[in-house]
C-alpha cells in the first residue's frame, strides 16, 4: 500500500509540533487527521480510515496511555499501530507505552528520517497482518465449505448406500435345495463388492463380483452390474456366454472401471455347478473337510474390447459347500507389514471348516480382522452356499 493512500491520526495539544509534524508526513504522501481533544480520538478513528496513530504520552487533562488502553479495548482498532510520543527517556515510561498496546514509541525532540521510519516499519507490520487475517477468512471460509461440500458428500453417500442395500440380495437365503448365507462389509458406506441371484426353471444363477476402485464411482458400477445381471434374459445354455452378454452390455455404459468375478449356475435337476471366471481368484467347495479349488482362468469384464472366459462343470454332492469370497479378506498387512496372502486364508478356512452358516462366515471375517488390527483397506464380500 503506497503512502498516498494511508492516513495519520496526530494526537497532541503541541501546536508547533502537530504543524512541524504534519508538513513532514503531507511531504511523504501521507493523509493526516489531527486533534488536540482525547475525547474525540475514538470518534475520529471510527470516522476516518485511520492506519496509524501517533499519539503524545502527555496531553492536557489525561496521559496518552489511558487513551491507547481505551482503543485497544475496542475490537475494531486492535491492530491498528500506535507511536508514543514522550519528552521523558524513563524506562518506566517506556514501560507503561509498550504495556498499554504501543507498536513504537519516539523520544522528543522527534528526529524526521527515524519518525518516517518508524512509522513505515509499524505500516508495513500491520500490512502483514492484514493479510494474515485475510488468509485466516479465506482458510475459516475455505473450511465452512469443506465442511458443506462434506456434509452434502456424506448424505449423497449415506443415499448411495440405501440404494445399493436394496440391491443387495439378504443375509440370508433359503430354497428346496440350498441354503445361501452373506457378508458385505464395504471399505467405507458403500462399495464395489457385489453379488446378485436369479431363479428361473430350476436354476439358480449366480454373480459375485468385485469392481475396481472404491467409493461413490465403484458402487454405481456395482449397481450397474447387478440391475443388467436382473434384466438379462439368462437363456443361454453356457454361462460363458452369460458373461460375454454382460461385458457387451455394460461396456457400452462403463469408462475407467472394471469388474472382477464369477458367474455361478446351479441346476437342480442334475445337482450340477457351471461356473466361469472373469479375472476372478478361484472359488472353493468344501466336501467332507476337505477344501477343493475349483480351478478356471478368464479376462476382466469390460477392461478390454475381447472378454475370454471358459465354462466349466462340477457335479455337486448333498453336504457340498460352495464358499466364494473378495480379495479383500486375503489381500491384507499387519501393522508390522506382514503379508496374509491366499495360503494363510486357505488355512484359516480349513480351522473353521466345522462351522456352518453365519458363524463360519464370521470366524473367517474376525480372523482376517485381527489379522488386520481392524484395518481396512478394501471390501470384504462372502457367500456361502450350503447344499
Excluded: W
Excluded at 50 to 71: C, H, K, P, W
Excluded at 135 to 162: P, T
Excluded at 181 to 189: A, D, L, T, V, W
Excluded at 211 to 239: N, R, W, Y
Aim: one cysteine or more; hydrophobic letters at 40%; glycine letters at 6%.
Amino acid at each position: 500500500m503506497s503512502s498516498s493512500n494511508q492516513s495519520i491520526l496526530l494526537v497532541d495539544d503541541d501546536p508547533l509540533l502537530v504543524m512541524s509534524l504534519e508538513r513532514i508526513l503531507k511531504k511523504k504522501g501521507y493523509r493526516v487527521i489531527k486533534t488536540a481533544n482525547s475525547e474525540q480520538v475514538i470518534e475520529l478513528m471510527a470516522s476516518e480510515h485511520v492506519d496509524l496513530v501517533v499519539l503524545d504520552f502527555y496531553l492536557a487533562g489525561v496521559n496518552g496511555s489511558e487513551i491507547l488502553e481505551t482503543m485497544r479495548r475496542n475490537g475494531s482498532f486492535a491492530n491498528i499501530p500506535v507511536i508514543m510520543l514522550t519528552s521523558e527517556e524513563s524506562p518506566d515510561i517506556i514501560e507503561k507505552c509498550l504495556d498499554s498496546g504501543a507498536t513504537d514509541f519516539i523520544i522528543k525532540p522527534i528526529i524526521p528520517k527515524v519518525l518516517l521510519a518508524r512509522i513505515r516499519s509499524a505500516l508495513a507490520h500491520r500490512e502483514n497482518i492484514l493479510q494474515i487475517e485475510t488468509q485466516r477468512e479465506e482458510i475459516s471460509k475455505s473450511r465452512q465449505q469443506l465442511s458443506e461440500a462434506l456434509s452434502h458428500l456424506e448424505k449423497d453417500i449415506k443415499k448411495a448406500r440405501i440404494t445399493q442395500t436394496t440391491l443387495i440380495p439378504a443375509s440370508y437365503i433359503e430354497s428346496e435345495h440350498y441354503r445361501m448365507y452373506s457378508y458385505y462389509k464395504p471399505m467405507i458406506e458403500v462399495g464395489g463388492d457385489f453379488f446378485s441371484y436369479f431363479e428361473s426353471a430350476g436354476k439358480t444363477d449366480i454373480l459375485f463380483g468385485d469392481v475396481s476402485g472404491h467409493g461413490i464411482s465403484s458402487a454405481m458400477v456395482s449397481c450397474m452390474a447387478v440391475l443388467c445381471f436382473q434384466t438379462m434374459p439368462h437363456d443361454k445354455d453356457e454361462i460363458d456366454q452369460e458373461l460375454a452378454y454382460l461385458h457387451k452390455t455394460l461396456s457400452g455404459y462403463v469408462v475407467g472401471h472394471y469388474i472382477t468375478g464369477v458367474y455361478l449356475r446351479f441346476d437342480a435337476r442334475t445337482f450340477t455347478l457351471q461356473y466361469a471366471y472373469a479375472a476372478h481368484h478361484n472359488i472353493i467347495l468344501i466336501r467332507n473337510q476337505n477344501l477343493i479349488v475349483l480351478e478356471g482362468k478368464g479376462t476382466p469384464l469390460i477392461l478390454l474390447d475381447d472378454f475370454i472366459t471358459n465354462s466349466y462343470s462340477v457335479p455337486l454332492e448333498k453336504g457340498d459347500r460352495l464358499f466364494l469370497f473378495s480379495d479383500g479378506l486375503f489381500e491384507i498387512f499387519n501393522p508390522e507389514n506382514e503379508f496374509y496372502g491366499i495360503e494363510k486364508f486357505y488355512d484359516n478356512i480349513q480351522n473353521k471348516i466345522n462351522l456352518k452358516g453365519k458363524e463360519f462366515l464370521n470366524a473367517v471375517s474376525d480372523f482376517a480382522m485381527e489379522f488386520s488390527h481392524h484395518i481396512i483397506k478394501d471390501d470384504m464380500t462372502m457367500l456361502l452356499i450350503e447344499f
